[in-house]
């Protein structure tokens, strides 16, 4: 149950109108520029159809223009009336200069005096305009014309030269207002808010209110609450990298301690903007200070006597060769002046962090929202390892999807901890698996209660997002399993979704977020009663009926329930990040007392002592790019991601073979209440705001920015696909394969014209498919559609996890297994022998029990089919000789599967007993 005040509750649904209104308003700006262009040379297209394009792109313009500081709404006056009047040279030399504006500065060209005078040469202002750093700030408050002309006077004779950046002001008078412009307006990265503004917007976009039904609500709910306050809530929850700033008139409106703490500081209006302005200059700067990042440029430029361990430091070991020196010649001369071993001169140690490091730590932490975050080198797979051995000990059970990364099978190993593998609903017609239900780890543990075991569990280990888009609801799943279990450990693997921070609607999926709204409803009065009502009702009910609690949304006792929440993400994998930058987040309230002390033990043994100081300082840089331009960057990657699916869906020549696959493919329709099945529907165009519904309310969402292309139309498996017509001919790179499928996701590194090229590419192998078939014989013709047949309907079977064997459970009354042992016991090699799949059918045949040594991991799809100690089951076997792939991991082509001897399993049920 998910029990928000209503402004924050409806924040991601503001976001969702359009994924990228800047982009949107950028295309119409460059519509109206390429109309005007053909107007000026008189196109044959038609005066009329002409004006008509560009009349209807600033009818779209208009409503968002005055969210923004250039052109303004300013702009589309003057446009308008240079159409009306026909001169069509003027509105061709006017939209030229735009438009160089636009693409050279933005919203910074605002800085510049006049810059839409012919007069000034645009590459000068061009120049002026790059040579700080721009950001707006949002004024929201009632001020007339007079009072804003004054106020931004005062602050432009603030400005110094030392100044690093440079903003404008952006007037705006409600609550309405504002919320468009936030949304709308990535640039905006403070508000100076008064506390009584008015709610609603004397100029509304129609659609942004008829989408949201915040106002309503807050008219309804809120009472006589300042407005000021409530819209800074909403800013924090949608855009919390934003400063807020409070204005009052006297000591008597700062409002509630409460309202006082969402802002950063407040204001009186009497005193000199000087003062205002160096908080909001310093605000920023706080963002985009790096300081390990800074600390690294600072050493790399003094003189350095190198004397330590790394003959490569300042490159002298290079750049004085005469074989290696064209590994300078490829790096350049930067890399080599920051590689040191050094801990001093403004460095900091990985392992005991205490300066810069430490000051980059917190500024992550800041950033992600977690109580304390810590760096990794060495991959996520280091971090799932770190946690798991952190806060597992021998014995403890966790539940475990067993489609997670391999690492932290290989974690539970080194931990000893015994896990409980939960299968994962199957996606048959892809042959591949989504998340685990909910109802499915209840059901888990009702059985350890039932069996007595309920206290040994400690933690549940989920993948969120999945390789293939899945995404979990942290927060409602969490809260159910707390009602079971009140100290349960829950440890999220976000290793392909640190993204997720950037934007609204995501952010509500992610664990951290979720860890603190759960202690935010745990001690609000609103969810005790709502508990207390609850409880009432459940009592009634039969507490020994499983069905009780697996048919019931229960809720956690707020007395009882414990936030204890990690997650650790693969920053390299969707932030900007070099490659193995990881992070670890935690959100534990028993972390000082119980955990700290073995959590630096486990990331003492999993982290190098020599850690790779580039990759330290990326991450510092990845935060940065969060907190300053995150939003823009991943809301263009959404947009993209939808348009993608649109244009293959549109086009009928790729629409005969290709597919991007939505919600309703990916996810069974009971996991989905809201019925959202497509992303994307062939000749159906629509703002975003649909999946809001989805996103707030199912199970499972897809994430739009994992682009599953679905292949069995082209008879061409993923592998086949991927090298063959992608790698080879057009040099594009995929994320994963499958059977029938490949993976492509948006980043915030995707860029316009490589979504063009991808089309293109599509264009091409359609083409040539087509052309292939039509050219065919009728044999080639049969070989072809069996082809697309065995894509469609005859793929891998897919097995759920068999069962540990007897000799590694512990607990004959549980499903739970003792990893570690059968680990161990595969290094004596005397206790293990090989099977080629054609005689492990013949003893399953025979009803002997033939239990995996090792983990066998099949590339695709990635996940351990056998892990040491499981019993092989026929269906395994059916899927490991369906598969028809090289990369097995674990598995010998000569040799086969490795199995423990009767013996070796004889005698350790016999020491059990």
């Keep these: 149950m998910e029990l928000d005040n209503p402004l924050a509750k409806h924040a991601h649904e503001v976001a969702q109108i359009h994924a990228n209104p800047t982009q949107l308003r950028l295309d119409m700006w460059s519509r109206i520029r390429l109309a005007a262009d053909r107007l000026a040379n008189e196109d044959d297209v038609g005066e009329a159809q002409l004006v008509e394009i560009i009349s209807n792109a600033l009818d779209v313009i208009e409503h968002w223009e005055r969210y923004f500081t250039f052109p303004g709404p300013?702009?589309?006056?003057?446009?308008?009336?240079?159409?009306?009047?026909?001169?069509?040279?003027?509105?061709?030399d006017a939209m030229d200069r735009l438009d160089d504006l636009l693409t050279g500065l933005g919203d910074a060209a605002a800085i510049l005096t006049d810059p839409m005078d012919p007069e000034l040469p645009i590459d000068e202002l061009l120049a002026r305009g790059n040579e700080r750093h721009y950001f707006t700030v949002a004024i929201v408050d009632t001020l007339t014309a007079h009072q804003i002309h004054e106020l931004e006077a005062d602050l432009r004779a603030a400005r110094t030269q030392e100044d690093a950046f440079v903003y404008e002001l952006l007037p705006l008078e409600s609550v309405?207002?504002?919320?468009?412009?936030?949304?709308?307006?990535?640039?905006?990265?403070?508000?100076?808010?008064?506390?009584?503004?008015?709610?609603?917007?004397?100029?509304?976009?129609?659609?942004?209110?008829?989408?949201?039904?915040?106002?309503?609500?807050?008219?309804?709910?809120?009472?006589?609450?300042?407005?000021?306050?409530?819209?800074?809530?909403?800013?924090?929850?949608?855009?919390?990298?934003?400063?807020?700033?409070?204005?009052?008139?006297?000591?008597?409106?700062?409002?509630?301690?409460?309202?006082?703490?969402?802002?950063?500081?407040?204001?009186?209006?009497?005193?000199?903007?000087?003062?205002?302005?160096?908080?909001?200059?310093?605000?920023?700067?706080?963002?985009?200070?790096?300081?390990?990042?800074?600390?690294?440029?600072?050493?790399?430029?003094?003189?350095?006597?190198?004397?330590?361990?790394?003959?490569?430091?300042?490159?002298?070991?290079?750049?004085?060769?005469?074989?290696?020196?064209?590994?300078?010649?490829?790096?350049?001369?930067?890399?080599?002046?920051?590689?040191?071993?050094?801990?001093?001169?403004?460095?900091?140690?990985?392992?005991?962090?205490?300066?810069?490091?430490?000051?980059?730590?917190?500024?992550?932490?800041?950033?992600?929202?977690?109580?304390?975050?810590?760096?990794?080198?060495?991959?996520?797979?280091?971090?799932?390892?770190?946690?798991?051995?952190?806060?597992?000990?021998?014995?403890?059970?966790?539940?475990?999807?067993?489609?997670?990364?391999?690492?932290?099978?290989?974690?539970?190993?080194?931990s000893g901890a015994h896990p409980i593998y939960l299968d994962a609903y199957p996606i048959a017609p892809l042959a591949i698996y989504g998340a685990v239900p909910t109802r499915s780890i209840k059901q888990q543990l009702l059985d350890l209660k039932e069996a007595g075991e309920l206290d040994r569990v400690r933690m549940i280990l989920l993948t969120n997002c999945t390789f293939d888009g899945i995404v979990y609801h942290p927060l409602q799943l969490m809260q159910e399993i707390l009602a079971i279990k009140p100290d349960m450990v829950f440890l999220w693997d976000e290793a392909w979704f640190a993204f997720a921070q950037l934007h609204p609607t995501y952010r509500r999926r992610t664990a951290m977020w979720a860890a603190a709204e759960l202690r935010r409803q745990f001690d609000s009065d609103k969810y005790r009663a709502a508990y207390a009502e609850w409880k009432v009702a459940f009592d009634q009910l039969d507490p020994n009926d499983p069905d009780t609690w697996l048919d019931q949304t229960l809720m956690a006792n707020p007395d009882l329930a414990k936030v204890r929440v990690y997650s650790t993400q693969s920053t390299h994998k969707s932030l900007s990040a070099l490659r193995q930058g990881s992070m670890i987040h935690q959100w534990d309230e028993l972390f000082a007392s119980e955990v700290e002390q073995p959590f630096h033990e486990a990331y003492f043994t999993h982290t190098t002592t020599s850690p790779n100081y580039q990759i330290v300082a990326s991450l510092d840089l990845a935060r940065r790019q969060v907190e300053l331009e995150g939003y823009a960057k991943i809301s263009a990657a959404i947009q993209m991601s939808v348009e993608v699916r649109e244009r293959v869906n549109d086009d009928p020549a790729l629409h005969k073979y290709f597919n991007f696959l939505g919600p309703g493919e990916m996810i069974p329709a009971k996991y989905r209440n809201s019925g959202l099945e497509h992303y994307a529907e062939q000749g159906v165009k629509r703002d975003l705001g649909f999946i809001t519904e989805a996103w707030r309310t199912d199970e499972f969402v897809l994430d739009p920015t994992r682009l599953t292309l679905y292949l069995a139309n082209t008879g061409m498996t993923g592998d086949e696909f991927k090298i063959n017509a992608l790698m080879n001919e057009y040099g594009i790179q995929v994320n994963k394969t499958a059977t029938n499928t490949v993976l492509l996701m948006t980043s915030i590194g995707t860029t316009w014209s490589a979504i063009d090229y991808l089309l293109q590419a599509l264009r091409g192998i359609s083409a040539k498919i087509t052309a292939d078939r039509a050219s065919a014989s009728d044999p080639e013709r049969r070989l072809l559609d069996k082809k697309v047949d065995d894509l469609t309907n005859h793929l891998p079977p897919l097995p759920n996890f068999s069962r540990f064997h007897d000799a590694f459970r512990p607990v004959p009354t549980t499903r739970e297994g003792d990893m570690r042992s059968a680990f161990f016991l595969a290094y004596d090699t005397k206790n293990l022998d090989y099977v080629t799949l054609a005689e492990a059918r013949a003893e399953i045949a025979a009803e002997r029990e033939l239990v995996s040594t090792a983990f066998i991991i099949p590339y695709p799809p990635g996940f351990p089919i056998l892990v040491p100690g499981q019993v092989l089951s026929l269906e395994i076997l059916d899927f490991l000789e369906a598969l028809a792939i090289d990369e097995i991991h674990g598995y010998h082509s000569e040799l086969g599967l490795p199995v423990f001897t009767a013996e070796a399993l004889a005698s350790v049920k016999k020491g059990r007993e």
């Design 176 to 414: 309405e207002d504002a919320l468009a412009a936030v949304i709308s307006n990535p640039q905006i990265q403070a508000i100076w808010v008064r506390g009584d503004i008015p709610l609603r917007s004397d100029q509304p976009i129609p659609f942004f209110r008829q989408r949201t039904n915040l106002l309503a609500r807050l008219e309804q709910e809120e009472g006589l609450r300042l407005h000021g306050p409530l819209l800074a809530e909403v800013v924090s929850d949608l855009r919390p990298e934003i400063d807020l700033y409070l204005t009052v008139e006297s000591e008597g409106s700062l409002g509630t301690p409460e309202d006082q703490a969402l802002f950063r500081r407040a204001f009186y209006r009497s005193e000199h903007p000087t003062e205002i302005h160096m908080a909001t200059m310093d605000g920023v700067r706080r963002r985009y200070q790096t300081p390990f990042f800074d600390a690294l440029k600072k050493y790399a430029r003094r003189p350095i006597g190198n004397f330590h361990a790394l003959p490569i430091a300042r490159g002298n070991s290079v750049f004085n060769s005469k074989w290696i020196a064209d590994m300078g010649e490829f790096y350049g001369d930067q890399i080599f002046m920051a590689e040191t071993s050094s801990t001093v001169g403004g460095l900091d140690s990985l392992l005991s962090p205490t300066g810069s490091i430490k000051q980059a730590l917190d500024a992550a932490s800041r950033a992600f929202g977690s109580k304390e975050t810590y760096f990794a080198t060495n991959g996520t797979s280091s971090s799932n390892k770190i946690v798991v051995q952190a806060l597992c000990r021998p014995g403890d059970i966790v539940l475990i999807d067993r489609n997670c990364h391999k690492s932290h099978h290989y974690g539970l190993v080194l």
């Design 74 to 92: 300013g702009a589309v006056v003057r446009i308008r009336h240079l159409l009306a009047a026909t001169d069509y040279d003027a509105l061709h």
